[in-house]
């Protein structure tokens, strides 16, 4: 098993460019979600989902939309990228909730000049 | 935000030393979970307690969780130069998860 893979490993932007950060998860896990880091702050849920065609908000959801058509593939799309979304974004799969163990990507570094 | 704080931010003890740091949460939970983020990496599950449950022990980690000051501490007994590593604390509530601000340790050998 891959487990969770996440591509590309680092992008850099320019303000107002647009770009989808890719997540894959090859364990049949119904619960996926996307976090970013940023020093100091921990990890920040943006968006998740509980199964395919299924999304919500999360916490810092602003700038950021999500798809779920598959249970395997969960990617994040940056609409007009800002330099305050530079940070580290992270995907997660695990089960059927957030009281699974939860199984994180590599993570993507990310900078909006 | 529910987010969690962890507490110390920072940890630097010697090999061979018990280390132990605490997660202070903001609202009622289901479950607490501990991950370990090496640095540049991504985050690795260490251990789960459920809300019920006050201790929970995995290999050299012990957990502790007090709902009523709803807190929880992690021990990592006879650290390894290898533990040097950040450590969060993470709380579920609904469908959401909140990590806290994580605590930095550093093992000298």
């Known amino acids: 098993n891959a487990g969770v893979t996440q591509t590309p490993k680092f992008q850099v932007l320019k303000t107002g460019q647009s770009m989808t950060l890719q997540c894959a998860q090859d364990m049949n896990h119904e619960y996926m979600s996307w976090y970013r880091q940023d020093p100091g702050m921990g990890l920040r849920l943006i968006h998740y989902s509980v199964g395919a065609g299924i999304t919500d908000q999360g916490e810092v959801p602003n700038g950021y939309n999500v798809s779920r058509s598959t249970t395997e593939d969960f990617p994040l799309r940056l609409l007009s990228a800002a330099p305050s979304q530079t940070s580290v974004y992270f995907c997660?799969?695990?089960?059927?909730?957030?009281?699974?163990?939860?199984?994180f990507g590599p993570g993507t570094r990310l900078t909006v000049l | 935000s529910q987010q969690g704080e962890e507490d110390p931010q920072a940890l630097s003890i010697q090999e061979g030393e018990n280390a132990t740091m605490n997660c202070s949460y903001k609202?009622?939970?289901?479950?607490l979970q501990w991950y370990r983020q090496n640095s540049g990496r991504g985050l690795v599950h260490l251990i789960l307690i459920r809300s019920n449950e006050r201790e929970k022990h995995s290999g050299r980690l012990r957990v502790t969780l007090d709902t009523s000051k709803k807190s929880s501490s992690l021990l990592i007994t006879a650290s390894r130069a290898a533990d040097t590593a950040s450590y969060f604390c993470a709380t579920d509530a609904g469908n959401q998860f909140y990590f806290g601000t994580g605590t930095s340790l550093t093992v000298i050998p």
């Open positions: 997660a799969s695990g089960g059927t909730g957030p009281w699974n163990e939860q199984f």
């Open positions: 609202t009622s939970i289901n479950n």
